[in-house]
């Protein structure tokens, strides 16, 4: 059985000295490669069980939910909202989107392609026209949302493109 000794490296940890004894356990000072100090046993040190500070599960967890990158930005947001409108009902303008039937093609239910169909041209419109004065658009107000029904206006475009507020419900 090894024994542990200072300059050792378990993972991303470097031992540094012997730090202490807790109940017959022997618990070693270590640096990780992130600089940050912690004591770690003996056994959990050997057995591969503590590999860092934390700093490495923190990383790891990180990764994991990280899919795209963009949450957050206007082109997710767009995404999101588009999808809340046609499909949460909470949502209160839902009645005017999916409570009438307008859906989100298969093909945006990914982000991904979402993103990959329109942000060359969202960010050429940010260019014209602003990023405040940018958003997406349904041709034909009365289909749903895919490629080739979308496109991306300003706010003066948008208005012109509503149903009368006054029109029959069905």
């Known amino acids: 059985?090894?024994?542990?000794?200072p300059n050792q490296k378990y993972g991303r940890l470097t031992v540094v000295s012997f730090h202490?004894?807790?109940?017959?356990?022997?618990?070693?000072?270590?640096?990780?490669a992130c600089k940050k100090e912690t004591v770690v046993q003996q056994g959990?040190?050997?057995?591969?069980?503590?590999?860092?500070?934390?700093?490495l599960q923190s990383e790891l967890t990180s990764q994991r939910s990280l899919t795209h990158g963009v949450t957050g930005t206007k082109i997710w947001r767009t995404w999101?909202?588009?999808?809340?409108?046609?499909e949460n009902t909470k949502v209160k303008c839902?009645?005017?989107?999916?409570?009438?039937?307008?859906?989100?093609?298969?093909?945006?239910?990914?982000?991904?392609?979402?993103?990959?169909?329109?942000f060359t041209t969202m960010e050429a419109h940010i260019k014209k026209h602003g990023k405040l004065n940018t958003s997406i658009d349904r041709i034909n107000n009365n289909q749903g949302y895919?490629?080739?029904?979308?496109?991306?206006?300003?706010?003066?475009?948008?208005?012109?493109?509503?149903?009368?507020?006054?029109?029959?419900?069905?």
């Open 20 to 32: 202490e004894m807790r109940k017959s356990i022997r618990c070693w000072k270590c640096v990780c």
């Open 1 to 5: 059985m090894a024994t542990v000794e």
């Open 94 to 118: 839902y009645i005017n989107y999916g409570g009438r039937g307008i859906k989100v093609c298969k093909e945006w239910f990914k982000f991904e392609t979402f993103h990959k169909d329109m």
């Open 146 to 170: 895919s490629l080739q029904n979308c496109k991306w206006s300003t706010k003066s475009e948008q208005a012109l493109n509503r149903r009368n507020k006054y029109e029959k419900r069905k």
């Open 44 to 55: 959990n040190l050997r057995n591969g069980h503590t590999r860092s500070c934390g700093c």
């Open 80 to 86: 999101r909202n588009m999808h809340s409108r046609c």
